[in-house]
């Protein structure tokens, strides 16, 4: 979207939705049909609940510890991300290049989350309304994506100024990030600062490659792991539940990338030409 509009001035809602539908929704169509073609088959059974939220991109909310829902437990975080596009690119296109509001709005959200997970570990919140405050609850990740936000904002806006700062603080700025990173996990404070920790590494690797910590990145088989990460993703779970040989279970990790590949070859590809019509040129 800030590329759109730094070349062209404003930006298409319309076109930037085909393009995210036709970036999702080919995979993930096809992860769900195979879903219910194993479900049809007697393997594994999903209940209606969990249907509709896998078709509305809800399946964050109401989670349960059943084995049913270990199939598809992993879309949690595609729900997450999925409406926040809805609300997102809105804003981003009503905070019309104004750097300062879309910081604040960023900020405010930033703000919104960390109350939220207050909230939530108080239990101060109306019995009726607990599944806004489960542990994968949008309204406790909105965080972790505003600081990518930021990220990207500031990366567009005042790339120079990072890369001087990174630069001059590279030493002490490394460590942090790698702490924020592993301390919130051993301490159970929540993804958002982890997320802080991985944007700070992110820009250093953009601003900073020729560091050596950044270098391996580069590394083909890093890049192609980074190509098929979507597929990975969508498909790793079924891999590892329906995996059929539990004496060598250790097969179902090397069988992930293949089902990636074949996921990547036949299921992206063949649309990269049809989104790229719907960008400006």
């Given at each position: 979207m800030l590329k759109e509009e730094n070349e062209f001035g404003s930006i298409s809602l319309k076109h930037f939705y085909i393009r995210r539908a036709l970036r999702i929704l080919p995979v993930y169509v096809a992860c769900i049909i195979l879903m219910a073609l194993v479900q049809i088959a007697g393997i594994s059974a999903q209940r209606g609940f969990i249907w509709l939220q896998l078709l509305t991109f809800t399946r964050n909310f109401y989670q349960t510890a059943s084995p049913e829902c270990l199939l598809s437990a992993h879309f949690w975080s595609l729900a997450v991300e999925e409406q926040f596009y809805l609300v997102w690119p809105v804003v981003f296109v009503l905070l019309a290049r104004s750097l300062r509001r879309r910081i604040c709005f960023l900020i405010f959200m930033v703000l919104l989350s960390v109350a939220c997970h207050i909230i939530a570990l108080l239990g101060s919140y109306n019995r009726h309304l607990f599944f806004l405050f489960e542990e994968n609850s949008t309204f406790l990740f909105l965080d972790s994506i505003a600081y990518g936000c930021l990220g990207a904002i500031l990366l567009d806006a005042k790339a120079e100024s990072l890369k001087r700062f990174f630069k001059k603080f590279f030493i002490p700025l490394f460590p942090l990030s790698c702490l924020l990173l592993l301390i919130p996990e051993f301490v159970g404070l929540g993804a958002g600062m982890q997320s802080l920790g991985y944007i700070l590494l992110l820009l250093q690797s953009v601003?900073?490659?020729?560091?050596?910590?950044?270098?391996?990145?580069?590394?083909?088989?890093?890049?192609?792991?980074?190509?098929?990460?979507?597929?990975?993703?969508?498909?790793?779970?079924?891999?590892?539940?329906?995996?059929?040989?539990?004496?060598?279970?250790?097969?179902?990790?090397?069988?992930?990338?293949?089902?990636?590949?074949?996921?990547?070859?036949?299921?992206?590809?063949?649309?990269?030409?049809?989104?790229?019509?719907?960008?400006?040129?």
């Open positions: 601003l900073a490659p020729e560091f050596k910590p950044f270098k391996l990145l580069n590394h083909p088989w890093l890049v192609q792991i980074g190509v098929w990460s979507y597929s990975l993703y969508i498909w790793q779970q079924l891999v590892y539940v329906l995996w059929p040989f539990p004496k060598v279970w250790f097969l179902a990790f090397p069988m992930t990338f293949v089902v990636a590949w074949i996921s990547y070859n036949f299921l992206e590809k063949p649309f990269f030409a049809l989104r790229s019509r719907f960008r400006r040129h």
